[in-house]
C-alpha cells in the first residue's frame, strides 16, 4: 500500500516512479522499503560513491523519523519531490 500510494502521488505531480531491484541500474534517487527497523539488506543498494540521494523506510521510521504507518506516503512523497528538486 504504501508503494502504491506513493507511486501515484508522485505520478501525480508529473514525476516518474517505477520499481526495480536493479542493484546496478542508474537511478536518480534509491527508496529502500524494509519490512523491519533492522534493514540488514541496505548495504547491498546503498551507492555513496555515486551521490545517489537515498531514502529509508525501516518499519515504522522514514530515515531517523518516526511515523504513523498511514503517515507514511505523504512524508515520501514530499521528501522524494524536495530532494529531486535539489538536484535540478
Known amino acids: 500500500m504504501i508503494v502504491s500510494d506513493v507511486k501515484e502521488g508522485l505520478e501525480n505531480g508529473g ?4 520499481i526495480s531491484t536493479d542493484k546496478h541500474g542508474i537511478f536518480d534517487m534509491i527508496l529502500l522499503i524494509n519490512g523491519c527497523r533492522h534493514a540488514c539488506l ?18 515504522d521510521m522514514v530515515d531517523d523519523v518516526y511515523l504513523r504507518e498511514k503517515d507514511i506516503p505523504k512524508y515520501l512523497i514530499d521528501r522524494i519531490t524536495t530532494r529531486l528538486m535539489e538536484k535540478i
Open 15 to 18: 514525476l516518474e516512479f517505477f
Open 42 to 59: 541496505e548495504e547491498e543498494y546503498s551507492r555513496p560513491e555515486q551521490n545517489v540521494p537515498t531514502i529509508s523506510v525501516k518499519g
